[in-house]
Structures are given as structure tokens and as C-alpha cells.
């Protein structure tokens, strides 16, 4: 059983930046394709972006494309999302997702695993 731990969200103002983290248990991060996705308060859950860890690049959510980065730390098994210059429509309960193999999904669907979320609040 794969599971999913995120860290890292808070309180920020607009501009700033800020990295979550994303500890996994279960599984080797080599084993799994990883997402990051958000859903902010009265919408539905949205990809931000996958990665297979793969020869293929990280896909990014246009909305976000340029200013987050997703990486790894493999010793750690760890994801990470780096979020710079953030903006509040940015505010959102973030979470990591996985799901087996190295197929990219932007679906929700597609991953069986999730984490508990946390929550990312920007002010302007």
C-alpha cells in the first residue's frame, strides 16, 4: 500500500514562494508516476503537474507553467513542488497523487493514491 504525505503549505503573500513536499511510504518513487494537483474552496480538484521520472518532461498546468517546478530527491523517496512568484488565485489545498508505472495522466482518475492535502493560502 502506497501512502502519500504532504508538507510544506502556510500562509504567504502574493510574490512569494514557497516548496511542499511530498513523502512517500509503500513504494519506491522509481515505481511510480507522480502528480500534484489542487482544488481551491467551491471548485473541483485541478492538475497542476506529472511526472513520469521518465525520458519524457515534466507536464505543467498552463496556469502554472514557469513558476513551479516538480523534483525529486530519490534517497529521500520524496516529491517536491517548488512554487515561486505565487499569485492567490494560487490558494488552494494541494495534494500528491501516484499511481503505478510511468504513464502521465493530468486525470484525476488515473491515480489511486492521494495524500491528506495541504492547504496553500496566498494574500495580495
Known amino acids: 500500500q502506497v501512502q502519500l504525505a504532504e508538507s510544506g503549505g502556510g500562509p504567504v503573500q502574493a510574490g512569494d514562494s514557497l516548496m511542499l513536499s511530498c513523502a512517500i511510504a509503500g513504494r519506491a518513487l522509481g515505481q511510480l508516476t507522480m502528480g500534484w494537483f489542487r482544488q481551491a474552496m467551491g471548485k473541483e480538484r485541478e492538475f497542476v503537474v506529472v511526472?513520469?521520472?521518465?525520458?519524457?518532461?515534466?507536464t505543467y498546468a498552463d496556469s502554472i507553467k514557469g513558476r513551479f517546478t516538480i523534483s525529486r530527491d530519490a534517497a529521500k523517496n520524496t516529491v517536491y513542488l517548488q512554487m515561486n512568484s505565487l499569485e492567490p488565485g494560487d490558494t488552494a489545498v494541494y495534494y500528491c497523487?501516484?499511481?503505478?508505472?510511468?504513464?502521465?495522466?493530468?486525470?484525476?482518475?488515473?491515480?489511486?493514491?492521494w495524500g491528506q492535502g495541504t492547504q496553500v493560502t496566498v494574500s495580495s
Open positions: 497523487a501516484a499511481r503505478s508505472g510511468s504513464r502521465a495522466s493530468t486525470s484525476t482518475d488515473a491515480y489511486s493514491y
Open positions: 511526472d513520469t521520472w521518465s525520458e519524457s518532461a515534466a
